[in-house]
Every structure is written in structure tokens, then in C-alpha cells.
């Protein structure tokens, strides 16, 4: 069963890079240069990659239990886009984030 709960968590992470290498490549000034960007590219592939693990996670993790858990990606990106593109983050993103993170670890209890 823990290759399954490792499937989700690297579902995760590379969901969380893809996202990452997305927002990297984000500053072209069109849509075909962003495109043919390599941190598009490869953020892509790693999107691609994402969803394979997840299918595979899927497999054995209940979807009500595996689905949620991929929100924590939502939290982690909020707070690596604040330390690599200095984005805002406030007093009401950290409740957020502590809601989302909360809410997983209660999903998961049950």
C-alpha cells in the first residue's frame, strides 16, 4: 500500500515543479514563445507525469482521500511563488493555507 501513498506524493511534487516551471516560463511576450520556452516544456512533462502517478495512486487511495491530498500542492506553490516570484502573501493566504492543510490532515484521519 506504501507504493501507492508514494504514487500520490510524487503525484504531488511533480505536479507542484510542473506548476513551478509553468509560471518560470510565464514572461514571453507570446503565446508561441511561452510555449516553445524550455521551463514550459518541461513543466508540461512533468503535468504529464503528475497524472500518471496520480493514476496509479488511484489504483488502492480512495479518489475521496487522494484528490483532496493534492490540494496540498495549492499551499505549497502559494508559498515557493512567494519565495522565488515574490508574491504576495498576507495574513489571510496563511489562514487559507492552514484551512487547506487542516482539511487534508482531517480527510485523511477518516
Request: no cysteine.
Amino acid at each position: 500500500m506504501w507504493l501507492f501513498y508514494a504514487a500520490l506524493a510524487g503525484g504531488i511534487v511533480t505536479g507542484i515543479g510542473g506548476q513551478i516551471l509553468l509560471k518560470a516560463g510565464a514572461d514571453s511576450e507570446t503565446i508561441v514563445q511561452q510555449l516553445l520556452r524550455p521551463q514550459t516544456i518541461v513543466g508540461l512533462m512533468l503535468y504529464g507525469m503528475a497524472a500518471f502517478l496520480y493514476i496509479i495512486a488511484l489504483r488502492k487511495i480512495p479518489v475521496s482521500v487522494a484528490f483532496p491530498s493534492v490540494s496540498l500542492s495549492y499551499a505549497i506553490v502559494a508559498v515557493v511563488g512567494y519565495l522565488l516570484f515574490n508574491e504576495p502573501f498576507g495574513l489571510l493566504k496563511i489562514a487559507g493555507l492552514v484551512l487547506i492543510v487542516a482539511g487534508v490532515w482531517l480527510i485523511n484521519q477518516g
